[in-house]
Each structure stands twice: as C-alpha cells, then as structure tokens.
Nanobody, 128 residues
Framework: QLQLVESGGGLVQPGGSLRLSCTAS????????VGWFRQSPGKEREGVSF????????RYADSVKGRFTISRDDAKNSVYLQMNGLEPEDTAVYYC?????????????????????WGQGTQVTVSS
C-alpha cells in the first residue's frame, strides 16, 4: 500500500517551534519531489514549501521564508519541515505530498495537481 504519513503536529505558543515529518511507505520517496501544503478553515490549500528529488532545489511561500526549513533524508524515506517562529496565522492542517516521479533531480513541480500522493494531514495550532 502506497502511503504518506505526517507526524509532529500539535499545540504550540507563538514564537515556538515544531518539526513535522513525512514518511513514505510502499514506495521510494527519492524518486519524487515533495511538498508541504496547509489548509485552514475557510481558506484554500496553499503550498508552503517544496524540495526536489536531490534536495538541491527548494522553494518557500513568502509567508514562511526565513522561518521554515524543508529537508529530506532518503535513507529514512522521509521529508521534514522545521518550523520556527510560529505565528497564529500558521495554524492549519499540514499535508505532505509527493509528485514529479522520475523527473529532474532539481525539478520542483509547480502545480498542486502535479502532486499525486497525499498524506492524511497533521494539525498545527499556534495559540497562547
């Protein structure tokens, strides 16, 4: 069974940190670019951060630049999102997704529809 599982979400105070993990089972994640997306009630899903197959290409939403860092460990079949300086506006369900199978090692698929495998999401709540 092909699956992505997110973990690491929770409740944190403003200014705090969390590290989200996304682990693949049933397939090799190193063939894919991976993106983190988030969605809060009443808002559209937005792309937060993306990492290419090699890890050499990354992209961040303007709202998280300088605060979030994406990384991957293919030996663990996992991608991570380190989130520092969290703000209440970061509250959302965070999803990881894999896409761009077998494409260039620095390629970052530009569209949400390019990502075919999705996890179930993990809740991040930033509140005092």
């Amino acid at each position: 069974q092909l699956q992505l599982v997110e973990s690491g979400g929770g409740l944190v105070q403003p200014g705090g940190s969390l590290r989200l993990s996304c682990t693949a089972s049933g397939f090799a994640l190193d063939y894919y670019a991976v993106g983190w997306f988030r969605q809060s009630p009443g808002k559209e899903r937005e792309g937060v951060s993306f990492i290419s197959r090699s890890g050499g290409g990354t992209r961040y939403a303007d709202s998280v630049k300088g605060r979030f860092t994406i990384s991957r460990d293919d030996a663990k079949n996992s991608v991570y999102l380190q989130m520092n300086g969290l703000e209440p506006e970061d509250t959302a369900v965070y999803y990881c997704a894999a896409g761009g199978y077998g494409l260039g090692v620095r390629y970052l698929p530009p569209r949400t529809d390019d990502y075919g495998y999705w996890g179930q999401g993990t809740q991040v709540t930033v509140s005092s």
